[in-house]
């Protein structure tokens, strides 16, 4: 009799041990992330989902540390098309992350239908691709393969994080370069930025508007 109950008190125990260890941390073709939802890097490091500005109505898809009490949002997808409630949702499909929802206002138009806000914009033909957040804080995404087809870190946004590159890479002719946040209330590119610049002899400059 003792023995039975000492085993149903260890499956209990690892019944409500099992899902407080672990944590989601991938967007599949069949995962998606809506708003209110957030991915948790494995370490737990680094959480991803939709956040608001302080004085905004506007929601944005961000990577931010999960850790610090105050939330400090070190990258952003949709930084010029906002979702205009809380209808957003990161999705996958064969090969490509994107973001859909109501669009909220932004420097060229009024967006009032359902549409594509954002896209990670791949063209290379995959049967199945997966986004996972890593603790560095990079956002990758992947092919069947294991093939990296694209990652945050290529495309930086205001923060510099560690085992970030910087600067060109001639290979996909791509520019890696930090724009600072138009205001604390929008985080669509603002006046400054910090980049390399590779005409003549190549430097990096911080430099405000052109």
Not at 28 to 41: A, F, H, K, M, N
């Amino acid at each position: 009799m003792a023995y039975h109950q000492n085993f149903h008190s260890l499956l209990i125990a690892a019944l409500i041990f099992i899902p407080s260890c672990t944590s989601k941390d991938t967007i599949t073709p069949i995962q998606s992330i809506r708003d209110g939802e957030t991915l948790v890097s494995a370490g737990e490091n680094f959480a991803l989902g939709f956040f608001g500005p302080p004085n905004s109505k506007n929601r944005y898809i961000g990577i931010w540390f999960n850790k610090i009490p105050n939330q400090t949002v070190v990258w952003v997808a949709n930084r010029e098309n906002p979702v205009s409630d809380s209808s957003g949702i990161l999705t996958i499909n064969a090969r490509n992350l994107l973001l859909v929802g109501e669009g909220g206002y932004n420097t060229t138009s009024t967006r009032t239908t359902t549409t594509t806000l954002w896209s990670t914009n791949i063209s290379t033909v995959s049967n199945y691709s997966s986004a996972r957040l890593m603790d560095s804080g990079n956002l990758v995404l992947t092919d069947d393969l294991e093939r990296v087809l694209w990652q945050s870190f290529d495309y930086p946004t205001n923060t510099y994080l560690p085992r970030m590159k910087m600067g060109l890479d001639r290979r996909i002719s791509l520019n890696r370069v930090l724009t600072s946040w138009k205001s604390t209330d929008d985080p669509a590119n603002g006046e400054f930025s910090f980049g390399l610049d590779p005409r003549g002899v190549p430097k990096y400059l911080l430099k405000k508007g052109d």
